[in-house]
């Protein structure tokens, strides 16, 4: 599993059509260590800019990511 730090965040409140089943919902930009970055949608407790994270899963190219408690 991936894990890295929160560069920034939004929550999404108008969705595209094909997910305004799932709003509001937040979206963030995860800076690895490398310094790659990688846009991803946050799962379960809202996460701030620099909180740590962890990937849970991919899912049709969207990487999914929580907060590492």
Partial sequence: MRTGTIYTETIV???PE???KDVP???A???FEDGSRVTARM???TVQIS?????TR???G???FRKVT
Avoid: K, N, P
């Avoid at 909180?51 to 990937?55: P, Q």
């Fill in 13 to 15: 409140h108008i969705a």
């Fill in 18 to 20: 094909a997910f305004q």
């Fill in 25 to 27: 919902y937040q979206v």
């Fill in 29 to 31: 930009i995860v800076e």
């Fill in 43 to 45: 799962e379960g407790e």
């Fill in 51 to 55: 909180d740590r994270v962890v990937e």
């Fill in 58 to 60: 991919r899912l049709e």
């Fill in 62 to 64: 969207v990487s999914f």
